[in-house]
């Protein structure tokens, strides 16, 4: 890892910051309503209606809220509460956070490569059509691959410098992620154990890299929790049961099945629309079986769906096998039509492709490049189990934009592109 004993200058960082604000703010205002490529629908996820709920004091009105992650809501509350309840505030937000993933990108590849790939890495992010699509409506991916990112750029901090301080910044930043998305629950110990293995090994090449201390990496584990506790703890005051953040885990298995069928996996048929209608109607059945209405009571719905998850386990195990191998591959690309994932594949193969042209390089010069990859392929492999979509790939977007653009700067070096050697080594002076 290189030295950052002399700081650079923020003529990258403003660059960035006012393109990403720039090109957030055209598509708000300018470019979403006017497109036909995506749906436009304003809340479909009835995101901001919670939202409302708490400003309006109503809370979560004492219950589960099953599927969903409370962060979110909580923002959109948060904001609604101080300033009013005014749709473009929340937009405004999102393009101040969208501004914020492009910058963490660009200084996640100053930290792990060198200035230019942290450069190059922001402007991606800063124009990435996948980032845009979910600034201007009631998603929940414009907060999460801020936070997303935020966690991924403590855990090169803690690397770095694996104090208690950093310890308990990637701690929180894991908890605050978790509560947008249970997804990221146990990246922090998969982080911890990998980090351990491989100073292990440098101690034994006498590469003389420090460990983490084990309070260090405990106080990451207990920074998580305690940040995520107060939601767990209300949980199980309002459902009698431990819910960490969410159910949902049987739900997207039993998703993940029937959206992982050549028929939704290919985009013959629109995953988004048929396969998701064939779910809710099984679902719907299930539940009228056991005598109760679906999602009425979340704790018991997950009850119920545990139960058709097991057993689809123990009679199709071959099945399950298939279901995780395509989900490796749906995650980068199955969209709501064939356009959008045929968008959505060819950015993330190009990335890729450029990620593995810079990875020889990064071994020779001793790049951790494991940091950025460790997160992509761990999201990758978690939800190829669970339910695998291209939207669900946006929070590692950054991290495989930093990787694709150390492929630029590679080829830039190797193809001798002077003009781009010139032009960034002036910004960044």
């Not at 994932?341 to 193969?349: N, T």
Request: glycine fraction near 8%; aromatic fraction near 12%.
């Amino acid at each position: 890892m290189k030295d950052f004993a002399s700081r650079p200058t923020n003529r990258d960082r403003l660059l960035i910051a006012g393109l990403a604000l720039l090109v957030s703010l055209f598509v708000v205002f300018v470019l979403f309503q006017a497109q036909t490529l995506v749906a436009n629908a304003p809340d479909p996820y009835q995101f901001e209606e919670l939202g409302r709920r708490i400003a309006n004091g109503e809370g979560f009105r004492g219950e589960l809220i099953g599927r969903r992650a409370p962060l979110y809501p909580m923002f959109i509350g948060l904001i609604y509460w101080i300033f009013g309840q005014h749709k473009v505030l929340v937009q405004l937000s999102q393009c101040l956070a969208f501004a914020g993933t492009a910058l963490l990108a660009r200084d996640m590849g100053e930290r792990v490569y060198n200035r230019r790939t942290g450069l190059i890495a922001g402007l991606l992010c800063a124009v990435h059509p996948s980032f845009l699509r979910y600034v201007a409506d009631f998603h929940l991916e414009g907060l999460l691959t801020f936070v997303f990112t935020l966690c991924i750029w403590a855990s090169i901090r803690f690397y770095q410098r694996p104090t208690l301080g950093n310890g308990v910044l990637f701690g929180v930043a894991a908890g605050l992620t978790s509560l947008t998305k249970a997804v990221a629950l146990l990246y922090p110990p998969l982080f911890l154990a990998i980090f351990w293995f491989t100073r292990r090994s440098s101690r034994a090449e006498g590469a003389g890299q420090r460990r983490p201390s084990i309070a260090a990496a405990v106080l990451v584990v207990a920074a998580m929790v305690l940040t995520i506790s107060p939601w767990t703890v209300r949980n199980y005051r309002v459902s009698g049961h431990f819910v960490p953040v969410s159910t949902g885990l049987s739900d997207a298995f039993l998703r993940g099945v029937v959206f992982s069928r050549l028929e939704f996996a290919t985009l013959r048929k629109p995953p988004y629309t048929d396969a998701e209608q064939e779910v809710n109607a099984e679902f719907i059945r299930l539940c009228s079986a056991e005598g109760t209405r679906w999602e009425q009571d979340p704790v018991l719905t997950e009850k119920i769906l545990n139960k058709e998850m097991k057993a689809h386990l123990l009679a199709e195990p071959g099945d399950v096998i298939r279901k995780s191998v395509v989900g490796v591959f749906t995650f980068w690309y199955e969209m709501t039509s064939l356009k959008t994932s045929l968008v959505a594949g060819l950015m993330a193969l190009a990335g890729w492709v450029l990620t593995f042209i810079g990875i020889g390089r990064a071994h020779r010069e001793g790049h951790p490049q494991w940091l950025l990859l460790a997160p992509m392929l761990y999201l990758n492999a978690f939800l190829a189990l669970l339910l695998a979509l291209g939207r669900y790939s946006v929070p590692v977007l950054p991290c495989l934009m930093v990787t694709a653009a150390f492929g630029i700067d590679t080829l830039a070096k190797r193809w001798n592109v002077g003009w781009l050697s010139s032009a960034a080594e002036s910004q960044l002076r």
